[in-house]
């Protein structure tokens, strides 16, 4: 505020009203840039008077157009533009193209960008004219940000460039880290997520150096962020910019995307009182851009509600007309919302509605484009045309496809596939419809585990010593526990969880195309084996089996039966691991009726794919599998890609043992003399664990596991010098062919996104791992020393993972503790 009080003095010392002017509009602009416009009018005001006296009408013509934009930031939008239209009738030269910019300004903040676009292109001629470049280069920003509103991103792109070199060329430091910023929303409205943060960072960096609060950054993050599906991170964000707003304007902004990330999380009664609160805002301030953009979060809040009949649906249209006419981002998702609502009550205004949503499919993001090809397959699914809602779904889940591929963290990845989750529903419904089990095997695989399917980017190697630091954190905090201040150690320790997250969230993706299940090929390689995929289609669990050359299709029944019968085994066996009574066999015939009754299995081994929800099944405990060889996989394209996985030229096998095991790695001592490396007792640290698993042919860790619902990328083993986490099996440059982790719950991992999973074991198979044993329930540790050394004799002998765990059920069959304990470990991969 050093500026306030230099203006303050000048006002009580100086007698010559031009002087007194600056002055008076030097205090109001400090004061309406910090959110307390009210005290800025009076000052504006005294300085228009001071002005006047001064008989300066440029400066009067300069004043007033400051007080019409600090009108208009208040809210009292109409007052504001009267000033700001008699600034301009009395301005000449310079000044006047200075004032019609600063107009341009506020009109695009009003959503009124044609007549914005209008005042610019007659500011940059007056600038050029009188060769005024910093005027020059802040015209070209502002007419850039117009572009960007309107879609035209090329131009946006052109004038940015442009007023860079520009704000170069005369020093301006604030308005070089205004054009980043700026940088960043082309970025976002490309759909380059990645390329977004990091440009905000740069902002939110440069701003900082500079002592800039702006306002703006946080809204346009949360943005970003939602689009991300990060709507945890977004409302962090957004809750500590509404408590530091005082721009009426801003709060207004701020309360939308507030709104919107209530929508995204799930709670639409949060979401509509927010959108109402931002409404009335906007109203009141006249910016009608934005309030149609409230609106429309009002009504997908109410529709999610329950809300419906004929006046919703007239509302809907209505709105979705208007944001079309105001060339809204959001048009294409209003005309979805109102197309689908008349759909049923008025098929030809829903195809009216669908048909221009469709209009969209066209555009350069590819979110937009994905969410007019949902708008297509609607408008097909409306006129009975099967071929054409299959194509459209396909047309859409390709635009989405890019767009995931432009992400480089696993984690953003699998969130991505959301995005495409009614794409993905209303092709699989039609699959179904139209018969054929091939076709709705090629349908489902066509959006599982499409995350998993392709390798995450490396990280660069500053992520190991943040990782690092990480540990360090993890150790004080246990340390803490019993003295000293847990809660600030836990503080930090998650301030650098936020700091590897984020920067995971930087990195681009390589853009490599995806390969395209072949399912005749697939059927071939499957061979006389038989593969059981699960998938859910509205609620109902559907089996397609494949053996033998053929492809079977069978309903099961509700998927949330399924998945309260796997939690009740998953139960039983926690207390069968503890030397309680359990209920096994009731669980384990209530897991084959909800999961494969009617299933033919045949004899042989068996192969699952199940929905990521269903991930958890201890599949051996169904009586159909129990004495067989199964094993696990998210999908019949990780099935493929694990059978190619190239095995090792080397027969190197890791041994490696954690702390405070309670039988103390017991497997490991009868297994060392038959390894290559044996790390345990101080030397099984994190590093050391990474280096020896690398390019590894089996490798076994017997550590405590941690699984954590909350941020699944930081599910951990833990090592003598702390956590190995999710983020540092995704350093390894060639990840174990084979992992056994003998740990409880080591194969629980979280399901997100679209039918997506993140978690140690997703983690390596999504590296390139051929196979994993892993656990999906508690164990008893005495019991899986004795599996894990009948398993390690039966890779020794040669057989595969399902074999193996096969061999070792059956030497632990007559122990109910011991066979609970192999029921809980399952073999993922191959």
Known sequence: MDALRRARRLTASSTDPAVRSYAY?????????????????????????????????????????????????????????????????????????????RRAYVLSALGRHAEALKDLSRALAGCRAHHDVLWEARTLTNRALVHVARGSLGRADADLTDAESLFRR????????????????????????????????????GYSELSHVEPELAYHRCQALLAAGLAAEAGQVVDEALQAAALPTRQAELHFIS?????????????????????????????????ARADLVVLQAR?????????????????????????????????????????????????????????????????????????????????????????????????????????GSSELRALATRHGTDLADLALREAVRRGGARRLLTW???????????????????????????????????EAQGEGDPQAVARARQAWEQAVRHQRHLLAGTRRQSVRFDVDAFVDAVGERTFVELVEVDGVLHALTVCGGRVRHSVGGPVEAAAQAVAQARFALRQAARGRP?????????????????VRLGDGPVVVAPPSRLHAVPWTLLPGLADRPVSVVPSATMWLRARAARRPSGERTVLVAGPGLGTGGAEVDVLAPGATTVLRDGTATVEATLAALDGSRLAHVAAHGDFRPDSPMFSSLRLDDGPLTVHDLELLRRPPHRLVLSACDSGVMAPVGADELLGLTAALLSLGTAGVVASVAEVNDEATVQLMLDLHAALAAGSGLAEAMHHARRAGAGDAVSQATAAAFVALGV
Not at 379 to 394: K, N, P, Q, T, V
Not at 584 to 597: D, G, H, M, S, V
């Open 25 to 101: 509009q030097a205090a109001g602009i400090v004061l309406r840039d910090a959110g307390r416009w009210s005290e800025a009018v009076p000052e504006l005001r005294a300085a228009l008077s001071s002005a006047s006296a001064a008989n300066q009408p440029d400066r009067v013509a300069d004043v007033r157009a400051t007080l019409g934009a600090t009108l208009v930031v208040g809210g009292r939008t109409r007052a504001g533009l009267r000033e700001l239209d008699s600034a301009v009738d009395m301005a000449n030269g310079i000044v006047l193209a200075r004032i019609v910019m």
């Open 444 to 478: 489902t695989e066509r959006w599982r585990a499409t995350a998993l399917a392709e390798p995450p980017v490396r990280p660069s190697g500053r992520d190991a010593s943040r990782l690092a630091a990480l540990r360090s954190q993890a150790r004080r905090l246990e």
């Open 303 to 407: 529709q999610i509600r329950g809300d419906g009949g004929d006046r919703l649906i007239g509302q809907a249209a209505e709105l979705a007309d208007r944001l079309v006419d105001l060339k809204a981002d959001d048009a294409p998702l209003a005309l979805l919302l109102a197309g689908r609502l008349a759909t049923k009550r008025h098929p030809d205004e829903a195809h009216r509605l669908l048909t221009a949503a469709a209009r969209y499919r066209r555009r350069p993001a590819p979110l937009v484009r994905a969410t007019g090809w949902l708008g297509q397959a609607l408008d097909r699914e409306l006129a009975g045309d099967s071929r054409g809602i299959l194509s459209a779904c396909g047309r859409g889940l390709d635009a989405l496809d890019e767009h995931r591929q432009t992400l």
């Open 582 to 598: 359990a209920t096994i066999a009731a669980a384990a015939e209530r897991l084959q009726q909800t999961l494969l009754a009617g």
């Open 259 to 291: 709104a919107s990330v209530a929508l995204v999380d799930g709670d639409p009664g949060l979401a509509l009182r927010r959108a109402r609160v931002a409404s009335r805002l906007f109203r009141q301030q006249r910016r009608s851009w934005w309030q």
């Open 170 to 205: 005369v020093g301006q430091d604030l308005e070089a880290v205004m054009l980043v910023h700026n940088r960043g929303l082309v970025a976002y409205n490309r759909g380059d997520i990645p390329g977004t943060l990091t440009l905000y960072d740069r902002a939110a960096r």
